[in-house]
């Protein structure tokens, strides 16, 4: 094939839809990172990220390096994002599509006979499709984010080199044509998410978090990994299509007994779902893996929204809906017949969609609230999938990206903006202010309670090498509590974060997060009026999720923006202007637009007066991704039971929260109107997060290390295994000295000593009289015994093991 | 195919001696920068050599498919049966070009020695003659001298330029190796002779089917390692083959020798102590043609020898203490999989850098050693009853395996260099004393990241492929111990993010204030062919995965 071909035909052009960010990557690596000394203590290295050593030079990234690396990053994810245009606009128009896709592939691996190896290969079905709008925008808009908000910053260079290698790994996940592609692309995120969430490694919160992020996605992948293997072994194939698309390799998955626990009734299909639903666990942060995501907001926050929104855990539900068809193999949803791994989906997700949402109302990390609003939002999605609501939970995690990268680059445009404020009272009014701030922001009694757990705080355990310049600086520019007021200041942030909440929140008609949601309530409801069990768990438990999340986006809005400024760092946040001012807030806006807009597409037919205008042909989105499934879903019948209760959860959280947070804002040194109406257990407990953090560490973390150092390697290698070595060598030596002292009796002694022979015996007497000949005799004697133990004892065995 | 008249693998088996010999008779007055790059021009013709051979095996395999390709046979030992008989497949091909492609690196990397740089140059070659000769022998008696020649120069690089303890862990490592090599040894002789013990009506039998009998004569004695897999395991319920004892008992013996000589070499735990000690005292090169090129001796020699000798032994059902109903295969398997997992753990605990690598190897060794016994439970099934149950996992393990082989040499050998780099600087192997090296040596920081997640087996390096594969073929065949292994594979991810983070994360330790910590031009040389080679494997395979995969599936008749 040559050239022209290549790049004309869209079964074949998807394979340059990553390549374009990873050979940014790569340029970046080699080329363009350069950078030049500097007096670590100076301007351009040392900030509250940068630890300023004395007299130590550091590597800054050049002018013209940091440009360079900009220009190349944003050309690779542009030509990204147009490639990917390309091939949507193409999948559009095309007839029949999804029954016809657009692939291609080669023999990647030769195993067996010809014709056995493994195929790779790129896909480009409806759903493939729809992720193709999604991610590449979303990254598009992180990189012009990371433009502005990593400016200062002494590594930009590096930080764009990794972005763009974690949007190819994305985009290469995506593009995947099977199961062993989407997981080379699933890993090198999770080695991005790693280096991005410890790219600040000088701290140690930030490198703890980032071992944190990485062992414990690594727990789901390992178990993840065996899925695939078993999948592959059983079918002979990880091709979706070929698996996905075909009825007999399904059916023959669901009616093969598992190759464990298979005597409890549980179908090959069924574990090897859960193998890969764990996976997606890890993945996504769903309890009980969930630790690592809140923790992973030590990165900048380009990573955060990329982690959150564009990529990562959207990758685990991705994974989830791609390999629905294998979860769904002998049931069906549709009829209430539920399988093993669409029920451990629906518990697991619903679980943490309300576990999540809980702890979410007591964070004061504004970054934080976020990351547990995440973890809720993508349970909604899995428990979405568990119900069979394929559309519903496809349809979410669309929605979801986009309002929720929003929230986490206006979050960072907030923290940038206190970040600001802090220079400027670090500047003008001297350290005075800055303690003043401080005594400010600890001074409600639970505020400070709460910040012995949080990670931030780890900052100050490292003082031992170079870090003393920054001894007693606390101030926390992501700490709600130190807000207030920011909409006066930050007017763009204000209402794009005020967009990207209420449509978190699901704000009824208008807003995309109330769409999406409602469906899934939709899907539930369907279910409970049929009478079945797990979908009236699941629409319980995210009714009240939703009405939470609705309160806690509400109370971080109203902790942000409304009222006075609580402290003067907040009196002073700003974007300022210029560059990084344009480039954190144009992204905003054109999320925000989606946020809102993007919700249309899936307006049920029979919604009143709106499922006229938007839905007239059927619902757009589901008619769009249907086709990706072999059997399309089928459309639930409308009710309004579900879209009253989405009215009535998203309403009710918001008035809660406002009552709490607007109705009278908080003050300086007030504390969190919460602990009023909950109990200060109750409160504390949710603001520890459950203590699992806690739990693991001594449950997991600590036995294990000690497993490492006690047991494996001191008593095992050291003392039992090397302790027998070291006793076999020490008997050889006695042996040796044995013949050693026989050599100089008997050899020499016969030798030389014959003629002396008889002057000699009187003295050889009595040597055997001071008991040294029997002490080597009895050695013999035990020497012989062991060798004779050794010899019956062993073969036993060896008649055995001869088939004796 | 002949270099000066000498067929081209009798050549590569000299040469690296000659070279050495060369390096050594180099006057020392000539200055040590002369030895070093003579040495290394040397060496990169070595690896011309090799990088050639495995070309001309390509090139040969498509052509004209068969078991062996560049095959030289002439007579030796006539009286023993034993003659210089060296041949290549796609297994000893892949190890070949390994061995080539190291042993100019762990020159490059010798630059650093000052004391007796000759000797040490010429130890490094010498040592590659060692290797070459076991991956291209086709006789077991030069298989075996060979395996042994090869233990000399690494004791020595060892007991010479080693680190403070070199003593103990260079005595350890040969009195270990060569403890295990006496087992082997007689059981080389046992079965060298027992051969003639074959009944001729078998072995005529076996001639009309089997090429690699022909110009065999039923009755003598042979080492030759295609006549051996062809008849040994045929010889079955005779009487008094050897002393008197039953042929069962011989063959259970002989199947002892090899398989713990080969264990302590792969090293299968728990014959691995001698590891760590080794690695950790040994200089850079050392460790690197340790890691990279000595441990596959012994994974090589279960692929090679024990598992077409003995198809019978792996499966024979052993009952083990009254409960367990197992086999040979089956123990295999379990001790890979403690090795994956308790090394993984081990390696958790270590404070060395050296040793922590050192340990890796045992994690990742297991690996291969778990392929071994699905593809030896497979071959023995399908001897006894002519089909096993599942080839095509046994032909993915054993690729696995393979591949695993391969992608270890780069890795390891990477991570020793990076290892012998920061050490060779700092004069330190204590992780605790390091700390945020990433600012002061940026390139090394990517470096060492990049080579740690090979070594971790990241999908997209070459570190997955093997790892990936192995699980593949073992998980239908010994399900629960795949499962159990993959606490290993978890493990793993946290030692090497413990040596990251020990190394370059956190603040930087300002006692290394004014040392140079930034990898040399010369180290970068040395290890960039690596990196290469790593993202090559890891993306696209098949360039050498075509190869394995022929002789593997050819050997397992899939």
């Given at each position: 094939m040559n050239l022209a071909e290549f790049l004309s035909s869209p079964n074949t052009l998807p394979w340059l839809i990553p390549a374009g960010p990873l050979l940014a990557f790569a340029i970046i690596v080699l080329i363009t990172n350069r950078g030049r000394l500097v007096p670590a203590a100076s301007h351009a290295y040392e900030d509250h990220n940068h630890p300023g050593y004395k007299g130590l030079f550091v590597p800054v990234v050049t002018d013209w390096g940091r440009v360079a690396s900009i220009i190349v990053g944003m050309s690779g994810i542009i030509a990204a994002w147009l490639i990917s245009l390309s091939i949507v606009g193409q999948a559009f128009a095309k007839q029949d599509f999804g029954k016809k896709v657009f692939e291609s592939g080669f023999e990647w691996m030769s195993l067996?006979?010809?014709?056995?190896g493994f195929h790779m290969g790129v896909l480009v079905d409806p759903l493939t499709t729809i992720m193709l709008v999604m991610v590449p925008l979303a990254c598009t808009m992180i990189f012009i984010y990371a433009i502005g908000y990593m400016a200062?910053?002494?590594?930009q260079a590096r930080f764009f080199a990794l972005i763009s290698l974690f949007a190819g790994a994305m985009l290469t996940l995506v593009v995947a044509d099977n199961l062993l592609l989407l997981f080379v692309g699933w890993e090198v995120m999770g080695l991005c998410s790693y280096l991005l969430i410890g790219f600040?490694?000088?701290?140690p919160s930030a490198y703890k978090a980032a071992m944190k992020a990485f062992t414990t996605t690594r727990v789901a992948d390992v178990i993840m990994m065996l899925g695939i293997v078993y999948l592959y072994a059983q079918t002979g194939t990880l091709s979706f299509r070929e698996i996905m698309y075909n009825e007999e390799v399904l059916a023959g998955l669901a009616g093969t007994p598992a190759?464990?626990?298979?005597?409890?009734?549980?179908?090959a299909a069924g574990l090897i779902g859960i193998f890969l639903i764990i996976g997606t666990v890890g993945k996504s942060a769903?309890?009980?893996?969930?630790?690592?995501l809140p923790d992973a907001?030590?990165?900048?926050t380009p990573v955060s929204a990329m982690i959150h929104a564009a990529a990562m855990v959207s990758a685990g539900v991705y994974a989830t809906i791609r390999m629905f068809p294998v979860f769904e193999a002998g049931g069906h949803p549709h009829e209430g017949i539920l399988t093993a791994p669409l029920i451990f989906m629906a518990v697991v997700g619903a679980f943490t969609a309300i576990f999540a949402a809980t702890i979410a109302v007591a964070q004061n990390d504004v970054k934080k609230v976020l990351a547990y609003s995440t973890i809720s939002q993508l349970g909604f999605m899995l428990a979405a999938l568990g119900m069979g609501a394929y559309v519903a939970a496809t349809f979410h995690l669309i929605t979801h990206a986009f309002f929720k990268a929003l929230l986490f680059m206006a979050s960072g445009s907030v923290i940038h903006g206190m970040e600001h404020g802090q220079h400027h009272v670090h500047e003008h009014a001297g350290h005075g202010h800055d303690d003043h701030a401080h005594d400010d922001a600890h001074a409600p009694a639970v505020a400070h309670a709460a910040h012995g757990h949080d990670a931030h705080h780890d900052d100050h355990g490292h003082d031992d090498h170079a870090h003393e310049a920054h001894a007693g600086h606390h101030f926390d520019p992501q700490d709600m509590m130190n807000m207030g007021g920011l909409r006066k200041t930050m007017p763009v942030t204000f209402v794009t974060f005020l967009i990207g909440g209420l449509s978190l929140a699901g704000?009824?008609?208008?807003?995309a997060g109330f769409w999406s949601k409602d469906e899934i309530l939709a899907d539930a409801w369907y279910g409970i009026t049929n009478g079945w069990g797990v979908h009236a768990l699941v629409f319980i438990l995210l009714a009240a999720a939703a009405f939470l999340t609705a309160f806690y986006t509400m109370r971080q809005l109203g902790l942000t923006f409304?009222?006075?400024?609580?402290?003067e760092e907040a009196k002073h946040a700003n974007l300022g202007q210029g560059v990084v001012s344009a480039t954190m807030t144009l992204p905003l806006i054109i999320l925000a637009f989606f946020a809102v807009f993007?919700?249309?597409?899936?307006?049920?037919?029979?919604?009143?007066?709106l499922g006229g205008i938007f839905?007239?042909?059927?619902?757009p989105f589901k008619n769009f991704l249907g086709?990706?499934?072999?059997v399309k879903p089928e459309l639930i019948p409308f009710s309004i039971v579900p879209v009253l209760t989405s009215f009535v959860v998203g309403l009710g959280g918001l008035y809660v929260g406002w009552l709490l947070y607007w109705r009278k804002p908080l003050v300086a040194?007030?504390?969190?109107?919460?602990t009023r109406i909950i109990p200060a257990n109750v409160y504390n407990l949710l603001k520890n997060k459950y203590y699992v953090d806690e739990l693991y560490d001594r449950v997991f973390i600590r036995p294990s290390q000690a497993f490492a150092n006690a047991?494996?390697?001191?008593?095992?290698?050291?003392?039992l295994i090397d302790g027998f070595l070291h006793l076999i060598a020490r008997v050889a030596v006695w042996i040796g000295d044995l013949f050693k002292v026989l050599n100089l009796w008997l050899i020499d002694g016969v030798g030389d000593g014959i003629p002396e022979f008889i002057a000699m015996f009187g003295r050889w007497f009595r040597r055997i009289q001071t008991g040294r000949i029997q002490q080597y005799l009895l050695l013999v004697a035990i020497a012989a015994i062991l060798i004779a133990l050794v010899l019956v004892a062993s073969s036993g065995v060896l008649v055995q093991a001869a088939g004796g | 195919m002949s270099i000066l008249g000498i067929d081209i693998l009798t050549f590569l088996v000299i040469y690296p001696a000659l070279a050495a010999l060369v390096v050594l008779l180099i006057p020392s007055s000539a200055g040590k920068q002369i030895a070093r790059y003579a040495a290394l021009a040397l060496g990169l013709v070595f690896t011309a050599l090799t990088v050639s051979v495995f070309s001309q095996y390509q090139l040969l395999q498509i052509n004209d498919p068969q078991a062996q390709q560049l095959v030289s046979n002439t007579p030796w030992f006539t009286v023993l049966g034993a003659s210089w008989h060296v041949g290549l497949d796609g297994i000893s091909a892949a190890m070949v070009l390994l061995t080539g492609i190291l042993t100019p690196l762990a020159i490059i990397i010798s630059?650093?020695?000052?004391?007796?740089v000759n000797m040490h140059l010429a130890l490094v070659l010498f040592f590659a003659t060692g290797c070459i000769g076991v991956f291209v022998a086709q006789d077991l008696m030069i298989f075996f001298l060979f395996y042994e020649l090869s233990l000399v120069p690494m004791y020595f690089l060892i007991n010479q330029w080693?680190?403070?303890?070199r003593k103990y862990a260079s005595t350890k490592f040969f009195i270990y190796s060569m403890g295990g090599s006496l087992g082997m040894l007689l059981a080389t002789q046992l079965i060298g002779w027992s051969i003639?013990?074959?009944p001729a009506d078998i072995v005529s039998a076996a001639q009309a089917t089997n090429p690699?009998?022909?110009?065999y004569i039923a009755g003598r004695p042979s080492f030759d390692m295609g006549v051996i897999s062809a008849l040994w395991p045929l010889?079955?319920?005779?009487?008094?083959?050897?002393?008197?004892?039953s042929v069962e008992t011989v063959k259970a013996l002989a199947f002892l020798g090899f398989f713990i000589a080969f264990c302590i070499k792969v090293p299968i735990w728990p014959f691995h102590t001698w590891l760590p000690d080794a690695h950790g005292e040994a200089p850079t090169a050392g460790s690197m043609l340790l890691a990279g090129v000595m441990l596959k001796l012994g994974a090589y020699g279960f692929l090679r020898l024990v598992i077409p000798f003995f198809p019978d032994v792996w499966v024979a059902p052993i009952n083990l203490l009254g409960v367990i109903q197992t086999n040979w295969a089956g123990i295999l398997a379990f001790l890979s999989v403690l090795g994956v997992v308790l090394g993984a753990f081990s390696a958790l605990a270590q404070n060395d850098i050296k040793r922590l690598v050192a340990y890796s190897s045992v994690n990742h060794m297991g690996w291969v050693g778990l392929g071994i016994a699905v593809a030896a439970l497979a071959y023995g099934q399908s001897f006894l009853?002519?089909?096993?149950?599942d080839v095509q996992s046994a032909i993915i393990a054993a690729n696995g395996a393979v591949m695993q082989m391969f992608n270890h040499g780069l890795s390891s050998a990477g991570m020793f260099l990076l290892a012998g780099a920061i050490y060779h600087k700092?004069?330190?192997?204590?992780?605790?004393?390091?700390?945020?090296?990433w600012v002061k040596a940026p390139i090394y920081g990517t470096i060492f990241i990049f080579t740690s997640m090979a070594s971790l087996g990241l999908?997209?390096?070459?570190?997955f492929i093997g790892e990936f594969l192995v699980v593949r073929g073992a998980y239908p065949v010994f399900t629960v111990l795949t499962v159990l292994a993959m606490i290993g594979l978890l493990f793993t991810g946290s030692y090497i993010l413990k040596g990251i983070r020990a190394v370059?994360?956190?603040?930087?330790?300002?006692?290394?204030?004014?040392?140079?910590?930034e990898i040399e031009v010369r180290e970068v040389i040395a290890i960039a062919p690596l990196m290469a080679l790593m993202l090559i494997t890891g993306l696209?395979?098949?360039?050498i995965l075509e190869v394995i995969n022929a002789t593997v599936t050819r050997m397992m008749g899939g």
């Open positions: 067996g006979a010809p014709g056995s200062h910053d002494p590594r600040w490694y000088e701290k190759i464990l626990f298979g005597s409890f009734g549980l179908s769903q309890f009980p893996l969930h630790v690592w907001m030590e990165g900048p704000f009824p008609l208008i807003t409304w009222g006075e400024p609580r402290t993007a919700g249309f597409v899936g307006v049920h037919p029979d919604f009143p007066i839905s007239a042909n059927g619902i086709p990706t499934l072999l040194g007030e504390a969190d109107p919460l047991f494996a390697y001191v008593f095992l290698d050291k003392r | 630059f650093e020695i000052e004391e007796r080693g680190g403070p303890n003639s013990q074959v690699a009998l022909a110009s010889l079955q319920g005779v009487q008094g083959v050897f002393l008197g004892i009853t002519g089909a096993a149950s700092t004069h330190t192997r204590d992780l605790r004393e390091y700390g945020g090296f999908p997209g390096l070459n570190g370059l994360h956190g603040p930087f330790n300002m006692h290394w204030k004014d040392y140079n910590l696209f395979p098949n360039w």
